[in-house]
């Protein structure tokens, strides 16, 4: 982990909280990204020694059984080999005794310690060591525990540090625990449907498969604000609290190259938290609720305008607040939000007009553009065999609504996506 050379002349403390921010942004950056958790894992236990200073370092998740551990990766170990071994969950040791722990556990000296009488290595070796719990005692995945030769006080920073790496591998790990549940959810909701057709070709029953699609849509949704709220209470108040500490570490400086460093590196986390408030937005809208569809649309019109400046957004909004159900204004948000994104993809459009309109019968929402057009297929299937993806799924939470998708479009004439929802 390098640090800029203008931090070299400052004291010890500020020179290692300055590293332990930097490090941290560094383990977001990487968990926004596409890295696979395995090799989030080793890039985590490689900068615990770093930033630590400490000889060890190993990451351990707990299997379903909840019985065993797994070693996922480690650092400062000779063997390569060490990792995927597995141990048992013993309360007697420094890991099993940090899952029942809120709060991280610290073992400045392990000879002394009373709290457990084992660590995940011979006490001959190592003197000091620190855990921190991954996850909540409630829903563990996992221990990070860091060990050193030496006897060996760990500062608040360090602690705050371990804790963030741990909370950074929970999110992850708990968007591949959740992502496996979708997808267990999603093979048994296509086996039902499956099996629904079957009956309903046989002749034996008519089987509701509006009520299959919508479970399977609902199921999405669920995973979606599962994840947002995930997102909003983890990583984003770990860089609040980082920015709240780079305030104060700001006003004790008088070296200007340090200050200006400073600066970039809070510009850096602002980035990285409005990039995740954007995700969150895209998850669940936070207007929808409270405000209803017109203004959720207003507002997400107005960041994609930022987007795509270049394109004019035409508005015919109608208020509606929370006259309609949660649910069917959450649908028809997926509705507009689809095929705003498809606009933006794939029409080559200079111009959109969006109206949205309801009265006691009937909801219609239509998205009009005037881009290249295409070849509309005269079954929805045949969207599959097009690449129109996000279509064919427009065609489905329409369908498991009970309502109609009229799509008019020509080459070179535009598109025009409108939506009638039954009251009813």
Not at 39 to 67: F, H, P, R
Not at 237 to 264: P, R
Not at 307 to 316: A, D, G, I
Not at 357 to 379: A, C, R, T
């Amino acid at each position: 982990m390098s640090v800029p050379t203008s931090f070299q002349s400052l004291n010890n403390e500020t020179f290692e909280s300055t590293q332990h921010q930097t490090a941290l942004i560094h383990l977001g950056q990487l968990a926004l990204s596409d890295i696979a958790p395995t090799e989030l894992m080793s890039e985590v236990a490689v900068l615990l020694t770093k930033v630590l200073s400490v000889e060890y370092s190993m990451i351990w998740q707990l299997l379903d059984n909840g019985k065993h551990f797994l070693l996922m990766a480690a650092s400062g170990l000779q063997s390569r080999s060490v990792t995927r071994i597995q141990a048992p969950v013993d309360r007697y040791s420094m890991k099993g005794f940090t899952l029942g722990s809120s709060s991280p556990v610290v073992a400045e000296d392990l000879h002394e310690e009373t709290r457990f009488k084992t660590c995940s290595l011979n006490f001959e070796l190592v003197s000091s060591g620190s855990s921190a719990l991954i996850g909540t005692v409630d829903k563990p995945y996992g221990v990070v525990e860091v060990f050193s030769r030496q006897l060996q006080s760990f500062s608040k920073d360090d602690i705050f540090f371990l804790q963030s790496a741990a909370n950074i591998l929970a999110l992850v790990l708990d968007k591949v625990r959740r992502e496996e549940d979708l997808v267990a959810e999603n093979q048994k909701l296509v086996r039902e449907l499956t099996r629904a057709q079957f009956l309903t070709r046989s002749g034996h029953f008519e089987w509701d498969r509006y009520s299959i699609r919508r479970r399977l849509i609902e199921s999405v949704e669920k995973e979606r604000l599962r994840l947002a709220q995930d997102l909003h209470d983890i990583p984003i108040q770990d860089l609040y609290g980082l920015i709240y500490q780079l305030d104060d570490l700001q006003d004790s400086l008088s070296d200007s190259d340090g200050a200006k460093t400073l600066d970039e590196f809070k510009h850096t986390l602002h980035k990285v938290v409005n990039s995740l408030r954007s995700i969150c937005g895209e998850l669940r809208p936070p207007s929808l609720s409270p405000f209803g569809l017109e203004v959720a649309i207003r507002d997400h019109v107005e960041k994609f305008c930022n987007q795509y400046p270049t394109m004019r957004v035409n508005l015919e909004l109608m208020p509606d607040k929370q006259v309609l159900s949660d649910s069917l204004r959450l649908s028809l948000f997926r509705i507009y939000q689809q095929t705003i994104n498809n606009v933006a993809r794939h029409a080559e459009a200079t111009e959109v007009d969006i109206r949205f309109s309801w009265d006691d019968e009937m909801i219609i929402l239509e998205i009009e553009d005037n881009g290249k057009g295409f070849d509309v297929p005269q079954e929805w299937a045949d969207l599959t065999q097009e690449d129109h993806l996000g279509l064919l799924g427009i065609a489905e939470r329409v369908e498991s609504m009970g309502g109609k998708l009229e799509i008019l479009s020509a080459p070179g004439s535009g598109t025009l996506i409108r939506t009638l929802i039954p009251r009813s």
